[in-house]
């Protein structure tokens, strides 16, 4: 079965709705593949996991979810209370977390999701396990691999290999902690498509942002030279900022790297 790769959510930070985000969208950060007929392999929960939701809704027969977070700040958590495979015991959903100053995914996950944040504690809903996040999992027909970003609170790449190979960097600062630079471009050495944070302009970023934890279009640009991988993908917008802005850091980076191109919500890519 060839696989498909699909944008649920790109913003960064928190869900925005308005006419100057048609383009790219407003969910934050959710990725996913069907890796074998009604399996999903889902990087990160944020609110485009609805995407999923309403896509996996019309696909007949049975369904399970292999859910792997990047880290536990809100926008990468907050399509999980309200997807309904969690509560559906005939739904399977493996939720794999990485640990998190000293927690466990249960306990990091179940400080949110529990009242009165909401109504079911997350160790309660039927449908779903929580497990540790593994340094190499295969998901089907696909072979992935982890490694810590640069980012408060730590987050984590996925390398996703099948006939092609994607890695997904939402949330890192680079620049930052030099080896770890050097270790993603070892990590995403030669993949065919680096998603890489591209949350600020370079003039944001030197201003007020430098230690928030987010790349700016020019460091993102750099790391995929330094990969060499065959196509960068902008991501983890930030919530300001418009389709035109995007459009315009889209280009500027081109002048550094190419192919660049936007992460938009619905984009797809063969894996
Ligand atoms: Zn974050």
């Known amino acids: 079965m060839s696989l498909t790769f699909t944008v649920g959510g790109c913003r960064g930070s928190m869900c925005v709705s308005g006419h100057q985000y048609r383009r790219y969208g407003g969910n934050t950060t959710c990725y996913y593949v069907e890796v074998e007929p009604g399996h999903y392999l889902v990087i990160d929960a944020g ?58 995914p249960t306990e990091a996950l179940g400080d949110v999701m529990k009242p009165p944040w909401w109504p079911v504690p997350v160790d309660k809903a039927s449908g779903v396990r929580v497990h540790a996040l593994e340094e190499s999992m295969k998901v089907g027909a696909v072979r992935v691999h982890q490694m810590g970003l640069s980012h408060p609170q730590r987050s984590v790449a996925f390398r996703l290999d099948a006939d092609r190979s994607i890695v997904i960097a939402t949330d890192h600062e680079a620049g930052e902690q030099s080896e770890i630079d050097d270790a993603l471009a070892e990590f995403a050495s030669g993949a065919d498509v680096l998603f890489h944070d591209a949350q600020y302009t370079p003039d944001e970023h030197l201003a007020d942002k430098k230690g928030w934890g987010h790349s700016d279009w020019e460091q993102a640009a750099r790391a995929a030279r330094a990969a060499g991988v065959g196509r960068l993908i902008l991501t983890s917008h930030d919530p300001d900022r418009t389709d035109e802005e995007v459009d315009a850091i889209r280009y500027e980076a ?12 619905g984009m797809t890519l063969p894996l």
């Open 47 to 104: 609110t485009g996991l609805r995407t999923l939701q309403n896509e996996a809704r019309e696909r007949p027969g049975p369904q399970r979810f292999t859910v792997l977070l990047t880290h536990y700040h809100w926008d990468h958590i907050q399509g999980l209370p309200t997807f309904g495979g969690i509560y559906d015991p005939g739904v399977r959903v493996d939720l794999y977390g990485p640990p998190c100053n000293e927690k466990t």
């Open 254 to 265: 081109r002048r550094l790297f190419t192919p660049v191109d936007a992460a938009f919500e």
